[in-house]
């Protein structure tokens, strides 16, 4: 049973700044927030967002565009009740191709949005990560766990950025007071995923697609947890409005492996595709669920939609976009 503690507070004709607002969690929370009553200023320097992900916001008049790299100064004229800081590449072909640039938005770009909510006394809300688990050795993963990285490795430029992020967040809110929340995210899906960003939904979904083989890492032995975008969300803006400082998890529990996980994709695609072994990456993390009893206890949130319900929404996306 999932505890409801707090009421969820009114945010309508509040200000709100979407650091990486056109990627596809970004976007999806411009969007979420706009429905809630919301002004929202979407910044991003389209490195890995898309401008078709907001550009059905901008008909909105609560909603504005600012083209800009957050690892520079942010100059914001209005007042800003709350920012939620989401700028970053986010999947491993991305961030292993920009490792600097990774380094730099999560310690320059996060230092520059943590000023900026200083200077206007503003609640931010941190997109951290699973990564910062790394190859975690306990199952699931709760937020007093420390994490098995590799700080050299491949992924090392993403868990440490993220790493570093978390630790100057919470700098900032023991040494200036800044009223910050951190979300640990974990695997994510939807519509607006890029097809190509290298992550396992978008490639075993275009993959079953063109009925070509599935290329799964390794056996196949290894879990995730899959958790749609509308769940994200919704966990999210309950994080943002809420009392808590430390880290919370806000994922899905239901852990599957890679191999069932495309089992899985082949069904609902009803696709011809085989299944093909490739070489296992390195650093890969070998289980991935969230232990989110902290966010059902003080957030009153837990997932809602089946991975069938949401795969279902995600493959019809991915059909449109062919088309």
């Known amino acids: 049973m999932v505890n409801n503690p707090q009421p969820i507070k009114d945010v309508k004709g509040k200000t709100a700044i979407v650091t990486g607002g056109a990627g596809f969690l970004g976007s999806h929370l411009c969007e979420y927030l706009l ?68 380094l730099k938005v999560g310690s320059l770009g996060t230092h520059n949005a943590l000023g900026l909510a200083k200077a206007k006394n503003a609640v931010l809300l941190l997109a951290s990560t699973s990564e910062v688990y790394g190859d ?16 050299v490795g491949p992924r090392g430029c993403y868990d440490e950025s993220k790493r570093f992020a978390e630790a100057i967040t919470m700098a900032y809110h023991n ?25 396992v939904v978008p490639a075993f979904v275009n993959q079953a697609l063109n009925n070509q083989p599935i290329t799964v890492f390794g056996n196949g032995s290894q879990t995730r947890s899959f958790c749609y975008i509308a769940d994200e969300v919704e966990g999210l803006f309950r994080l943002l409005v809420s009392d808590i400082n430390d880290p919370v998890n806000i994922g899905n529990p239901s852990e599957m492996t890679v191999l069932e996980f495309a089992n899985k994709v082949i069904e609902l695609t009803g696709s011809s595709s085989s299944i093909i072994p490739m070489p296992l990456p390195v650093d890969d993390p070998k289980i991935r669920r969230p232990d989110i009893s902290k966010a059902k206890r003080l957030l009153g949130w837990e997932p809602k939609v089946s991975i069938e319900e949401g795969l279902k929404k995600t493959i019809e996306y991915f059909k449109s976009a062919r088309r």
Request: aromatic share 10%; proline share 8%.
């Open 35 to 102: 429905a809630k009553g919301m002004k929202v200023i979407c910044i991003d320097n389209f490195i890995t967002g898309s401008n078709k992900n907001i550009e059905h916001l901008k008909k909105n008049p609560n909603f504005r565009f600012m083209e800009h790299d957050v690892t520079k100064h942010i100059n914001i004229e209005e007042d800003v009740h709350y920012i939620l800081h989401f700028a970053s590449p986010a999947s491993p072909i991305d961030y292993q191709q920009i490792p600097i640039q990774t």
């Open 136 to 151: 975690p050795l306990v199952n699931p993963q709760p937020e007093t766990y420390w994490g098995n990285v590799n700080p």
């Open 175 to 199: 040494v200036h007071h800044i009223n910050t929340k951190i979300a640990r995210i974990f695997n994510t899906y939807g519509p607006r995923m890029r097809a190509n960003d290298g992550r």
